[in-house]
């Protein structure tokens, strides 16, 4: 079955900690990878897809085959970093999306 | 270029009735998805539209449908409301499959 794991709900930091929001996907076949945000009263958006390799405000998130894992990363966490995050997955060449249960990230002073 | 907007933002219905959301899709863009969040789940697939024809379908029964018009705005219509429908409902446009999917704000429904 095709499923995303984010085993935390909540995670806080300090600001200027790392931060680490854990994904585990189960897929058969070669999925795209994503990680989605969403800030205090704005829409779901994206911030980065793993074909992308992009480092999107600091963040970066390297896919693991091996480990069936695509875990966010951030070396200095600020506030503005505070959000819910979303990891989800889709078939190759397709746009249907399977997300996983969201972290919320709070970045303290 | 305008964002994906969605209408009602939010709305209150009975158990039994019948409920249309609506979708304006960002410019340019041919495809629309459909996605139920419920209170601390992430978005679950419903389906989509691509030019006006549904192009896959999540694991929701048949009382859950939709239609996409030729300018590529969507509906989403929902018979025999059941408690466990409301939700946030999401509306996402994209340019084709396997683009960035662009978000409207949702649609909070209440079924009651």
């Known amino acids: 079955a095709q499923r995303v794991t984010q085993p935390e709900k909540l995670l806080s930091v300090f600001k200027g900690a790392p931060v680490e929001l854990k994904c585990n996907y189960s897929?058969?076949?070669?999925?795209?990878l994503f990680w989605y945000v969403q800030y205090s009263r704005q829409r779901l958006q994206l911030l980065l897809r793993h074909i992308s390799r992009e480092s999107i405000k600091g963040f970066t998130a390297d896919l693991n085959k091996g480990e069936t894992s695509f875990h966010l990363k951030k070396p200095f966490a600020q506030e503005e970093d505070s959000a819910m995050y979303y990891c989800a997955l889709s078939s190759y060449n397709t746009d249907k999306l399977i997300f996983g249960t969201g972290t919320r990230l709070q970045v303290f002073p | 270029e305008t964002g994906v907007t969605q209408s009602p933002t939010h709305l209150i219905k009975t158990r039994g009735q019948q409920v249309t959301l609506r979708c304006s899709s960002q410019?340019?863009?041919?495809?629309v998805s459909w996605y139920q969040q419920a209170l601390g789940q992430g978005p679950q697939f419903i389906f989509q539209y691509y030019r006006e024809e549904e192009n896959g379908r999540g694991n929701f029964p048949p009382r859950f449908s939709g239609l996409q018009f030729p300018n590529y705005s969507s509906e989403l219509n929902v018979n025999a409301l059941e408690l466990d429908d409301s939700a946030l409902y999401l509306c996402?446009?994209?340019?084709?499959?396997?683009?960035?999917?662009?978000f409207g704000q949702g649609t909070r429904l209440t079924v009651v």
């Open positions: 897929y058969s076949g070669s999925p795209e």
């Open positions: 410019s340019g863009h041919n495809t």
């Open positions: 996402a446009s994209s340019l084709a499959q396997d683009s960035e999917a662009f």
